[in-house]
């Protein structure tokens, strides 16, 4: 049977990407009448676990259906120019400080002459239902920030992201070069991976202490 999989996200653009970097898993996704799912840690990793633990712990209560595994996935931006920034506060700055359109705020921001090195950071967390710590999953894609927004395609900040040693952002380049090369498809990767050898360490840890 294949192993099934509660997404602790309503992005519409994660789970799109997970359908495809998980064909193996039968996935679920996190619920429109379920609570908003916290996350105000410091560092991915921090958010990852925070995401996985609240969504376990809900799903035991309220879940429809059994499920094997949680998957947490916290990701963003982090430019150079900009101190790491927006960073782990990708989505908070797209909800409220950019008022309107994200992409073109972020440009802005950055002085004529900055360096315009960033990185896609995603950390997976994957929490098994029965109990247990979570396992984390950590990848990241390199590349620098186009001069204007380009391409429809992918979600969030892909129009503004050029990885390294292209010319075309992944807004342009879309969902089949992202499923090769970007930040979650390389955590996912390890992720299958991990499951894959199951019985080999990718087991889960003591449940921490609350
Ligand atoms: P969070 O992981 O829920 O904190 O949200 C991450 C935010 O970072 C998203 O809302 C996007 O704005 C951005 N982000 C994360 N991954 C990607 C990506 O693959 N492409 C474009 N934007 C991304």
Redesign the pocket.
């Known amino acids: 049977m294949l192993s099934r999989i509660l997404l602790a ?1 309503r ?1 519409p ?2 789970l799109r ?1 997970f359908a495809g970097l998980l064909p193996d898993y039968a996935l679920t996704a996190w619920p429109a009448e379920a609570p908003e799912i916290p ?1 105000d840690g410091a560092f991915f990793r921090d ?1 990852a676990g925070q995401k996985a633990a609240f969504a376990r712990e809900w799903w035991r209560h309220h879940g429809t259906a059994p499920v094997d595994f949680v998957l947490a ?5 982090c430019v150079d120019a900009l101190w790491g920034g927006p960073g ?1 506060l ?2 908070r700055f ?1 909800k409220r400080l950019a008022n309107g359109d ?1 992409n073109r705020a972020l440009l802005a921001l950055l002085p004529l002459s900055a360096p315009r090195s960033a990185r ?1 950071v ?1 950390v997976l967390a994957l929490a098994p239902m029965e109990g247990g710590a979570p396992k984390f999953f950590e990848a990241s894609v390199e590349g620098r920030l186009a001069e204007a927004p380009k391409g429809t395609r ?5 129009p503004i ?1 050029i990885p390294e040693g292209g010319q075309e952002t ?1 807004g342009e380049l879309g969902d089949e070069v ?1 499923a090769r090369l ?3 498809a390389q955590a996912a990767r390890a992720l299958r991976n991990c499951l894959a050898q199951r019985r080999a360490g990718c087991q889960p840890g003591p449940e921490p202490a609350r």
Do not use: I, M, P, Q
């Not at 996935?73 to 931006?77: A, K, N």
């Not at 992918?154 to 892909?158: E, P, Q």
């Open positions: 996200s992005n653009g994660k990407e996350e958010n996935d916290d990701s963003g931006l782990v990708s989505a797209a994200t896609f995603c992918g979600f969030g900040y892909d992201f992944f992202k970007s930040h979650r």
